[in-house]
């Protein structure tokens, strides 16, 4: 697939409902998506466009959508069966990109994403990017995930109300679960740390290299920015003091240790029905 283009597919029957209901049982099959909507561009891109095939024709130019996922691809999947259709119907220019861990080892999600981002730049023409947690599923279809000039301001935190949260942010600083930032604000922050290896804090200590780099955030309406938490097996906690060191030291540790600190090696790469799958090596 081409770098700076992405075929594009027209729908017409795709309208927004707002709020959406979602089954208990997180029952979903993704396959019905093929049937439904048109079908999908091998590695999981997508085009709302008749006769254009560059997102940077486009009012409202390419997002690239990454998901860390070991483990969690019942969750995955469920996310993307209700996801896609949503961004199909919000007219979008998209391709969406899952990066795992190999080996059982603790997880470095922070990493991760640092990986998808890179890579999805060699791959995507993309001005803004989701980071997004794979058993989080969007339960409004008015939930901006498009890159448009807002984001271009400031970065933008959609999943303001988690169901495992009741809905409610639990701090004013929480910028975890779905995150939405220009290309250009990521650079500038340096991306995530790659130092936090387990669960916990990598998400906090991004939203202080925000405020360090002088990127301001926000947060979406709570009405609209919700989010079905799925159930999950826990991860292992990252070491509690060294994570507490490690915040305390953000703002100074930012600027080598991030995107330009990055050391990985591809194990696996493919081109799905609906992602590019990367399997990733950190040791």
Same mark, same amino acid.
């Given at each position: ?54 997102c940077s024709q486009l009012p409202q130019s390419g997002v690239a959508i990454i998901f860390v996922c070991r483990g969690r691809w019942k969750q995955l ?44 730049? /060699? ?7 989701? &980071? %997004?947690?794979?058993? @989080?599923?969007? #339960?409004?279809?008015? *939930? ?12 933008m935190h959609l999943s303001v109300g988690v169901s495992t949260w009741n809905y409610m942010l639990p701090y004013r600083s929480l910028i975890g679960g ?66 507490? /060191? ?7 540790? &930012? %600027?080598?240790?991030? @995107?330009?600190? #990055?050391?990985?090696? *591809? ?17």
């Amino acid at each position: 697939m081409n770098v700076n283009s992405i075929p594009f597919n027209k729908v017409n029957t795709l309208k927004s409902v707002g709020r959406l209901k979602i089954n208990d049982d997180f029952n979903h099959a993704i396959n019905f998506i093929n049937d439904t909507f048109y079908p999908q561009i091998l590695g999981g891109g997508w085009m709302f466009r008749e006769n254009t095939t560059n997102c940077s024709q486009l009012p409202q130019s390419g997002v690239a959508i990454i998901f860390v996922c070991r483990g969690r691809w019942k969750q995955l999947n469920n996310t993307l069966s209700t996801l896609i259709p949503l961004l199909q119907t919000q007219h979008l220019c998209y391709r969406i990109f899952v990066i795992d861990q190999e080996g059982d080892g603790l997880l470095n999600k922070a990493t991760l994403f640092n990986v998808g981002f890179v890579e999805a730049r /060699k791959r995507f023409d993309f001005n803004c990017v989701i &980071f %997004h947690d794979a058993d @989080l599923i969007p #339960l409004d279809d008015r *939930i901006p995930h498009s890159c448009d000039d807002e984001v271009r301001k400031h970065a933008m935190h959609l999943s303001v109300g988690v169901s495992t949260w009741n809905y409610m942010l639990p701090y004013r600083s929480l910028i975890g679960g779905v995150l939405k930032i220009s290309t250009d604000h990521f650079i500038l922050a340096n991306g995530y740390s790659n130092s936090y290896w387990g669960w916990g804090g990598e998400d906090d200590d991004l939203e202080i290299r925000l405020r360090a780099s002088n990127i301001h955030y926000v947060h979406i309406n709570s009405s609209i920015g919700r989010y079905l938490a799925q159930p999950h097996a826990k991860q292992i906690r990252s070491n509690g003091k060294l994570r507490q /060191k490690l915040l305390k030291n953000a703002k100074k540790l &930012f %600027h080598h240790d991030g @995107l330009n600190s #990055l050391k990985y090696k *591809i194990r696996l790469y493919s081109e799905n029905l609906y992602f590019t799958y990367f399997l990733i090596s950190l040791k």
